[in-house]
């Protein structure tokens, strides 16, 4: 059974950071590509970031430069540290891995910036 937790939302004020992490179970994770995704408010869920099995990593354009996708494949973790917050970045941010064809989600956490 393939699961994802995601921790590390919260409220914070812009400029600020977050570390969100989802540790996955049920999975070889040291083979697997490793996501984060974000649904805001009445938009539709939009990739963040990506990070392959050889640490190769993708960014959405308005994230680069100040988010980081990381991965500890000895916890089975995957983390993204996010920098100089934004209100625009305010979402619900989901963990995501293809696994046999299957996508699987993690139940998500919720990141408000607001001043």
């Known amino acids: 059974q393939v699961q994802l937790a995601e921790s590390g939302g919260g409220l914070v004020q812009p400029g600020e950071s977050l570390r969100l992490s989802c540790t996955a179970s049920?999975?070889?994770?040291?083979?697997?590509?490793m996501g984060w995704y974000r649904q805001a408010p009445g938009k539709q869920r939009e990739l963040v970031a990506t990070?392959?099995?050889?640490?190769?990593?993708n960014y959405e354009d308005s994230v680069k430069g100040r988010f980081t996708i990381s991965r500890d494949n000895a916890k089975k973790t995957v983390y993204l540290q996010m920098n100089s917050l934004k209100p625009e970045d305010t979402a619900v941010y989901y963990c995501?891995?293809?696994?046999?064809?299957?996508?699987?989600w993690g139940q998500g956490t919720q990141v408000t910036v607001s001043s």
């Open positions: 990070i392959t099995r050889s640490l190769s990593t």
């Open positions: 049920g999975i070889i994770f040291s083979i697997s590509t």
């Open positions: 995501n891995t293809m696994w046999k064809s299957l996508s699987y």
